[in-house]
């Protein structure tokens, strides 16, 4: 890239040596030791957590991540299940405490999928002031913006029904809806978008569009290295809490689904060896029983 271009890029969002924790408390040491033989405390362990005697348990989840976001970036982040992802945005939108590091962050930013803040018993019309409120918005700001909320998210009269009656796809609308009702400056969009239909996939693609030309940053976590590649400029693929890979979304997409058809194939192999040692096994104690 060439230098004044650099130059000219404003940064959004630093996130400087960023390390999360969690410590999970609640088991005895006995406990503790029978859950050293359980294969996903094992493929816990094998990711970096801790087990301590004193009934506590380290999960070391972002380990040292750091990177610079840029206006107008749209930043994939890429991993397999437990890899970070949701622990790292959620740390940058200031929702998850660090252990170690630094998050700096021009503006505010808001974590699309509302989803804590909505509540099921409440209608849409009262989740809608309440997230948009949570959001920052004054009231008059959200009376201002309901119509528009509501018309995005196509639910209709339903959003004075308490949201325990919609559809997965009508609350995933509802929330989209609400978490782009205003332009943030650094939107933070969690697997959202494997929701909702063509068209509306379509229409919230065109919404992401919109804010990523008011020179906001935006960032997007999917399992699909397709998404990625079709929405993102960049995209960062973590690791057991480890950056692996940061790069233009083309190049880091081929290499990630390089990487998964390796890890597949692998398991397949892994799979048909475990199948032939136990038919193998069978056909022995088989061969062994007396009479046969
Ligand atoms: N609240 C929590 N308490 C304890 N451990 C947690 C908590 N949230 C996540 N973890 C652990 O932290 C690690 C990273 O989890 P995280 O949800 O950030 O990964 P992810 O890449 O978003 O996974 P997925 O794709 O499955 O959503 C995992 O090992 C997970 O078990």
Not at 82 to 100: E, F
Not at 211 to 230: K, L, N, P
Not at 262 to 274: D, F, G, L, Q, Y
């Amino acid at each position: 890239m060439a230098e004044n271009e650099r130059q000219q890029r404003v940064p959004s969002v630093i996130v400087d040596d960023v390390h999360v924790t969690y410590l999970v408390i609640g088991s005895k040491g006995g406990a503790v030791r029978a859950r050293k033989n359980d294969s996903r405390w094992k493929r816990l362990l094998r990711k970096g957590a801790k087990l301590s005697g004193a009934g506590k348990t380290e999960i070391h989840a972002v380990k040292g991540v750091s990177f610079t976001a840029y206006d107008g970036e749209v930043i994939g982040i890429l991993g397999t299940n437990g890899s970070g992802k949701s622990t790292l945005l959620r740390a940058i939108c200031g929702l998850q405490p660090v252990s170690q590091g630094r998050v700096y962050m021009k503006g505010k930013a808001s974590l699309m999928g509302v989803g804590a803040a909505l509540m099921k018993n409440l209608t849409g019309e009262r989740n809608i002031m309440m997230g948009c409120l949570a959001m920052g918005m004054s009231p008059r700001e959200v009376r201002a913006k309901f119509k528009e909320i509501v018309r995005f998210s196509e639910i209709g009269d339903a959003v004075y029904l308490p949201m325990s009656t919609y559809s997965h796809g009508m609350a995933a609308r509802l929330r989209f809806a609400i978490s782009t009702a205003m332009t943030p400056d650094v939107l933070v969009i969690d697997e959202a978008l494997a929701t909702g239909d063509a068209a509306f996939k379509q229409k919230s693609r065109r919404r992401i569009a919109e804010i990523q030309e008011a020179a906001g940053t935006i960032f997007v976590v999917s399992h699909s290295a397709r998404t990625i590649q079709s929405m993102c400029t960049r995209a960062i693929w973590l690791d057991q809490g480890e950056i692996r890979m940061d790069g233009p979304a083309d190049a880091v997409a081929k290499e990630y689904r390089a990487h998964m058809t390796t890890i597949r194939a692998e398991r397949r192999r892994r799979r048909r060896e475990r199948r032939a040692r136990r038919l193998a096994e069978e056909a022995r104690l088989e061969a062994e029983q007396p009479g046969t």
